[in-house]
């Protein structure tokens, strides 16, 4: 079994985003490295001590590439080790991690996406957006729609960073679909597959299959979004990547 090499990452920031979800986001400082390097979308295995065995679990990393700081976002899980230590940690608290791993990554060369999240689903593709529409040389004018469902209006994580993404910039549009919604709600309703149709089949014809869907979320709705676009829509396996949370 090959060593993988333990970093140590310092708690500078947390905040709730969802209190009655119990959902955080939590921000990291590397302790051992200036420069942390990986690709938008992939993720870190943390790694604790409980009753003399050694825990692992892997996060989804919440950001593009930032120095030395990286971004989680998680939900805390009744009778979850590790989902309850770092909701309990403390700004100054350390975690120890390796990676990063992971193939959950945009595809070289980029073409129209649909990014596909319901949840803490949204995690990795954060981390996407924040990095595509850094530099304009990434996106390349692209369009990319950003379809993210919950069920109710207190559980739309991120909600002002992606408004202010598609303010502004024209070739980013962002729905928010909610399956339970309240009477007051007068934006997206419903499940993000139907959304996600939608934007395909208002496309020309010529251009339905010419491009790529980002699918991340629990398995009922990645499967769910995989058969509507292959049988439904026609479209190849490979124009789908995907990854599941349970």
């Not at 979800?21 to 390097?37: R, Y």
């Not at 996060?59 to 909701?87: H, I, M, T, W």
């Not at 980029?110 to 803490?120: E, F, K, N």
Request: hydrophobic share 35%.
């Amino acid at each position: 079994m090959i060593e993988r090499p333990l970093h140590t990452a310092r708690l500078i920031h947390q905040e709730w985003l969802s209190e009655p979800n119990q959902t955080k986001h939590l921000v990291f400082a590397i302790e051992d490295m200036p420069q942390f390097n990986f690709t938008a979308g992939q993720f870190l295995s943390l790694v604790a001590p409980k009753e003399g065995k050694t825990i692992t679990r892997a996060y989804s990393l919440a950001s593009a590439p930032r120095k030395n700081e990286f971004d989680l976002c998680l939900n805390r899980v009744q009778d979850g080790f590790f989902s309850n230590l770092l909701c309990d940690m403390k700004e100054g608290d350390a975690v120890r991690f390796h990676g990063p791993h992971g193939a959950f990554v945009l595809r070289n060369p980029l073409r129209d996406s649909l990014l596909i999240a319901t949840g803490t689903g949204i995690a990795p593709i954060r981390g996407f957006v924040q990095w595509l529409f850094a530099d304009d040389s990434n996106h390349g004018g692209r369009q990319i729609w950003l379809v993210y469902g919950t069920r109710h209006e207190g559980s739309i994580y991120y909600r002002d960073y992606f408004d202010l993404i598609a303010h502004d910039y024209p070739n980013f549009h962002y729905i928010a679909t909610l399956s339970r919604p309240s009477e007051g709600w007068s934006e997206g309703r419903g499940y993000v597959q139907e959304h996600a149709r939608k934007i395909i089949e208002a496309r020309p014809e010529s251009e339905r299959g010419e491009m790529d869907a980002y699918v991340c979320g629990l398995n009922k709705m990645v499967s769910a979004t995989r058969k509507m676009l292959k049988e439904e829509l026609g479209w190849d396996r490979k124009q789908i990547v995907f990854e599941r949370y349970d």
